[in-house]
């Protein structure tokens, strides 16, 4: 696995570019496959645009997909990341984007004079706060300019550290991983820069707990869904946010959108709203094709005793119809719910495409986009109050959407309690649904009863499970209850300013995907991105 090295500025005028260089030949001289990575490749122009227009979210996405782009078959990846200057007020706010998208080892470099050197523990603190947990615990000092003892401290005058150290930094302070030397007039920057960059600590880097961040996961969901061409019908058709929604991912190529709705009523709507729509939008009257799923309706409801005349009336509801071309394999998957209930997805699903055989019920899972990484939260939509073995079986299914779609499963079973500290009906309901998912799933990392920052935050886990592996690293969160889950994931969403996504149904045989009322087109297009890769294993 290539490991990804961000050189931050710690300070102004550190010369990034210059320890880049010579830190990328330090590791070509020692046989390392290494190259360099400056996010201006991008164009700055480009970047300014992006973070002007609030469009960070994309632009981290884009960074992404040129690291991963750039670091194929390499060792190491340095990123020479952008300094501070009076024409790029936003260095900050990238580099911090960039460190968090492709979950690099921030590396601080700072410039070192005798005006600043009492300083070097703010600044480096000031970098733990900036890039949080990716800073390794040192700096590269550059530009060093600090006078020595001379013949009175002969340890100072052949170390530049021993200076920092004897005369500079406060006991509690850690010493700079590496220190280079002055930059000499007269000799090029390279030679001085290499004889003074050892590359050992590299090869001793802290483990980072792996999490796939927002901009890896969409990526690598656009990517998915583009290899798979799927057809997903949207039975809203004629509803602003989806026509908008259909017509960019056709324009992305993430999937083929068929819009049921009036030709006339569809393009009026788009013309009102401003939508140029794509022409790989299909759109089809339900009017036109409405009766030809008569008879199979009838066929697939004939148990329960359906008529024509009743499959004719229920196929008048665009979301009955859509989930008949699902069934049928006319389409690959289906989302509606913009303005439509769950219970308006869910049913004709239930009733139509039916349960998986080895699926006790249908959930649903939240993809939460936190900042640093995307957690599975189950299930928040569908069971109000699911017993022990639902609320194991909506674990396994949400661990196995999980890994589906990149993030590896630990699963914390969600309780008032952690461990044994607490007692009640609740919590022994928890307790048996974790016995539940070990006994069917050995190889499944999961934790139960367990508290929500228990589960999420490393510092708490090591209190009350220090032994757990799945404690402080969760990465699928499934809740006892529907009036637990649902005001969580909304609470975290709306607290945290999070991109949610879903929530995505599990459990079926074949995809139908439910939206929030209150969903934006591009969470439209996220959920239609996810339904298309679902697809590609739904039998």
Not at 30 to 46: M, Q, R, V, Y
Not at 134 to 143: A, D, F, Q, S, Y
Not at 431 to 437: C, P, S, Y
Not at 530 to 537: D, E, G
Request: glycine fraction near 6%; hydrophobic fraction near 40%.
């Amino acid at each position: 696995m290539t490991k990804i090295i961000m050189l931050a500025p710690a300070s102004s005028e550190v010369g990034l570019t210059t320890i880049a260089n010579g830190l990328n030949l330090n590791l070509k001289q020692a046989g390392k496959n290494s190259t360099i990575f400056n996010p201006i490749e991008l164009g700055l122009d480009h970047i300014v645009e992006m973070l002007s227009h609030n469009r960070l979210d994309d632009l981290e996405e884009e960074l992404y997909a040129a690291v991963q782009a750039k670091s194929a078959a390499q060792d190491y990846l340095i990123i020479d990341a952008l300094s501070y200057s009076a024409d790029k007020p936003f260095a900050e706010r990238l580099n911090q984007a960039i460190a968090r998208s492709v979950q690099a080892y921030v590396v601080p470099v700072i410039s070192l004079s005798i005006e600043n050197a009492y300083q070097l523990d703010n600044m480096l603190s000031m970098a733990k706060t900036i890039y949080q947990n990716r800073v390794i615990p040192g700096c590269i000092v550059n530009k060093y300019d600090l006078p020595t003892c001379g013949a009175s401290c002969a340890g100072c005058a052949a170390d530049p550290l021993a200076t920092l150290k004897h005369h500079y930094i406060f006991d509690d302070l850690n010493l700079p991983l590496q220190a280079c030397l002055p930059m000499v007039r007269g000799e090029t920057v390279l030679d001085t820069i290499l004889p003074s960059l050892n590359i050992d600590w590299l090869e001793n880097l802290p483990e980072f707990t792996p999490a796939l961040t927002p901009a890896a996961f969409r990526h690598r969901l656009s990517v998915k869904a583009k290899a798979g061409q799927k057809r997903i019908v949207l039975p809203e058709g004629e509803e602003p946010r989806t026509i908008k929604a259909a017509h960019i991912c056709a324009e992305r190529g993430l999937a083929t959108p068929i819009l049921l709705g009036t030709p006339e009523g569809i393009n009026e709507i788009a013309r009102n709203n401003a939508i140029q729509l794509s022409s790989k939008v299909e759109i089809i009257d339900p009017s036109q094709v409405r009766e030809k799923y008569v008879a199979p309706m009838v066929e697939i409801r004939k148990n329960k005793g359906l008529t024509p005349e009743d499959a004719l009336k229920q196929l008048e509801d665009n979301v009955v119809l859509g989930t008949m071309m699902v069934q049928l394999d006319e389409v690959d998957g289906l989302v509606s719910g913009a303005i439509h209930s769950t219970a308006n997805t869910v049913r004709p699903a239930l009733q139509l495409v039916k349960t998986k055989p080895d699926a006790k019920l249908v959930s649903s899972t939240f993809f939460m986009c936190l900042p640093e990484q995307v957690l599975a939260f189950a299930d928040c939509a569908v069971n109000i109050k699911p017993n022990a073995e639902e609320l194991a079986d909506i674990a396994i299914q949400t661990a196995e959407t999980a890994k589906q779609f990149g993030i590896e499963p630990r699963v914390a079973m969600i309780s008032y309690s952690t461990g044994d500290s607490g007692h009640g009906e609740d919590v022994d309901k928890v307790k048996e649904a974790t016995r539940i998912v070990k006994e069917k799933r050995p190889n499944l990392p999961v934790e139960g009863p367990i508290q929500y920052d228990a589960a999420l935050v490393p510092e708490v886990a090591k209190t009350k499970l220090p032994n757990s592996k799945v404690a402080g690293h969760a990465t699928v969160f499934v809740f006892p209850d529907l009036n637990t889950a649902n005001p969580m994931a909304k609470g975290v969403q709306r607290s945290s300013n999070t991109i949610t996504i879903g929530p995505l149904l599990q459990g079926l045989n074949k995809p139908a995907n439910d939206l929030s009322r209150g969903c934006t087109a591009e969470d439209i297009v996220f959920t239609i991105a996810l339904t298309a890769v679902q697809s590609m294993s739904k039998r």
